[in-house]
T-cell receptor
């Protein structure tokens, strides 16, 4: 989507390896989010950030860590990937409660 | 958490208006009503949001009940490209104006017949 990009778009990795997904925005929005989407569960919030170096956990944060060292980048790390983390991951940005969220195109991660 | 209730699916004909209902009886005074849609194999897309008054944009209109316990997303003239899952979500103000993440439900699967 305009102003937000995710990389990579697709990744296959082996169980036990570390994986980092990147979300980059050019909108200078304060808030950034990582979601995962699985059949039967819909979209679930993993972690979010409300400023540089300010992050908080979402509904399904176990097994994930995040970092935000600059406004434009929000990284999601799977320290040791498991098959249960096979999913489609979406990044989103927002500028506050009275603003809509803009979502990225997603990263399809497969852990084998 | 405040919740919303939507029909699982709805069907409409191309070029006709579509009214997608949403109930949110536990809404609090500072919660914004957001609508998103998700087309197959894509990320969610923002449609519209509002607080108390009805809202219009290029994509749709949002009609909010006077007591705010329900709302309706109106697509004025549906096209085949409007076939998607539509999510009605309350953007809850946990931290005084912050945006702490949206909680997605199952949404309404809108089917458009040609």
């Amino acid at each position: 989507d305009a102003g937000i990009t995710q990389s990579p778009r697709h990744k296959v990795t082996e169980t036990g390896t570390p994986v980092t997904l990147r979300c980059h925005q050019t909108e200078n929005h304060r808030y950034m989010y990582w979601y995962r989407q699985d059949p039967g569960h819909g979209l679930r919030l993993i972690h979010y950030s409300y400023g540089v170096k300010d992050t908080d956990k979402g509904e399904v944060s176990d097994g994930y860590s995040v970092s935000r060292s600059k406004t434009e980048d929000f990284l999601l790390t799977l320290e040791s990937a498991t098959s249960s983390q096979t999913s489609v991951y979406f990044c989103a940005i927002s500028d506050g409660i009275n603003y809509g969220y803009t979502f990225g195109s997603g990263t399809r991660l497969t852990v084998v | 958490d405040a919740k919303t209730t939507q029909p699982n699916s709805m069907e409409s004909n191309e070029e006709e208006p579509v009214h997608l209902p949403c109930n949110h009886s536990t809404i609090s005074g500072t919660d914004y009503i957001h609508w998103y849609r998700q087309l197959p194999s894509q990320g969610p897309e923002y449609v519209i949001h509002g607080l108390t008054s009805n809202v219009n944009n290029r994509m749709a209109s949002l009609a909010i009940a006077e007591d705010r316990k329900s709302s309706t997303l109106i697509l004025h003239r549906a096209t085949l490209r409007d076939a998607a899952v539509y999510y009605c979500i309350l953007n809850e103000d946990y931290s005084g104006g912050g945006a702490d993440g949206l909680t997605f439900g199952k949404g309404t699967h809108l089917i458009i017949q040609p």
